[in-house]
């Protein structure tokens, strides 16, 4: 069983930044640099959305519309991890944040994920 944990959300004004992390264990035979990675957010009220992808060697990213040149995906293999450093926060940006993993190189499409986090709470304040 993959176990996927994301931190670092919170309660901030508009304009500021967060960093969120999840922490990938138990790859099933597979090792983290064999998954594609991802991050994807939920409004109240509005379907779970794509925010950002990374492939396995970091050598290709996709975002968004609405936070590109905002946010910056990446992930640290030696430590099985996942980041998205998020500046220029915005209210609209306010919702759950989940990261995914895949077994494709990389995806933007939701079905492509396999095993998910629990989520972490971003609150942008106006």
């Known amino acids: 069983q993959v176990k996927l944990v994301e931190s670092g959300g919170g309660l901030v004004q508009a304009g500021a930044s967060l960093r969120l992390s999840c922490a990938v264990s138990?790859?099933?035979?597979?090792?983290?640099?064999?998954?594609?990675a991802g991050w994807f957010r939920q409004a109240p009220g509005k379907e779970r959305e794509f925010v950002s992808s990374i492939s396995w060697t970091s050598e290709n990213t996709d975002y968004i519309g609405p936070v590109k040149g905002r946010f910056t995906i990446s992930r640290d293999n030696a430590r099985s991890t996942v980041y998205l450093q998020m500046n220029n926060l915005k209210p609209e940006d306010t919702a759950v944040y989940f990261c995914?993993?895949?077994?494709?190189?990389?995806?933007?499409?939701?079905?492509?994920?396999?095993?998910w986090g629990q989520g972490t709470q971003v609150t942008v304040s106006s």
């Open positions: 995914a993993t895949t077994f494709l190189p990389y995806s933007t499409s939701e079905k492509e994920y396999v095993f």
């Open positions: 138990a790859h099933i035979g597979r090792p983290f640099t064999e998954y594609g």
